[in-house]
């Protein structure tokens, strides 16, 4: 797979704290110039940028980040704020702390809300793999495979761990084969990209290829 396929499968992300419009520019005209699948950015910038590209490329934003422990009626919101201001794609994450205690029927339904919302805008949900253990990964891949939700996503990149390429790997065996994956957090070249790519992975959240490209 050459850099240019690789490309048309990234998320080009900037989601730091300190993010400036001038920043989330140059990550909209660089998700542009290299036709990557859509720019990942706080939905604070969402309206400006869905301006800003004017359709050209999709706008992607991130609900109930990176913690994933707000109520579900502020992430209802949230979501239709960010698909009222332009947004095509949602990331959303998970209350983690729900799975540790095994309540995995409320998360089921509070995907499945946010799915309602979204209709056929896509929804990305997001485990954070890297706080969970390999059970709890197997059984949010079943409960996300029948949530109507389109990705599960390994990480944050904030909970201090990204995507691996063994929960990619587990992913692609445990969830139902029409669920889509997305590895995110700490992906830095385009070697590890294709390797997440053969192991399962539709998309990759990272902004480091497009830099290594220029």
């Not at 990331?91 to 089921?108: N, R, T």
């Not at 056929?120 to 891949?141: A, G, N, P, S």
Request: with cysteine; proline share 3%.
């Amino acid at each position: 797979m050459n850099k240019e396929e690789l490309l048309r499968r990234v998320d080009h992300t900037l989601l730091a704290q300190d993010a400036r419009w001038d920043q989330i520019r140059v990550i909209l005209d660089d998700a542009m110039r290299f036709h990557t699948a859509s720019a990942c950015i706080p939905p604070l910038f969402v309206k400006p940028a869905a301006d800003y590209v004017s359709g050209k490329l999709p706008i992607c934003t991130v609900i109930g980040f990176p913690e994933g422990y707000h109520t579900t009626a502020v992430k209802a919101f949230e979501t239709e704020d960010a698909l009222k201001n332009g947004a095509s794609e949602i990331d959303m994450v998970i209350p983690v702390g729900l799975a540790k205690e095994g309540s995995y029927d409320k998360i089921f339904q509070e995907i499945r809300l946010l799915k309602d919302i979204c209709g056929e805008h896509i929804l990305k949900v997001i485990v954070e793999t890297y706080l969970l253990t390999e059970e709890e990964k197997i059984r949010l891949c079943d409960v996300v495979s029948r949530s109507g939700a389109d990705y599960i996503k390994t990480s944050t990149g904030f909970a201090g761990g990204g995507a691996t390429f063994a929960d990619v790997a587990l992913f692609r065996k445990n969830a139902d084969p029409h669920l889509k994956i997305k590895a995110a957090g700490g992906i830095s070249s385009f070697e590890d990209a294709e390797k997440f790519v053969e192991l399962g992975a539709d998309r990759l959240g990272t902004s480091r290829l497009v830099k290594l490209m220029k």
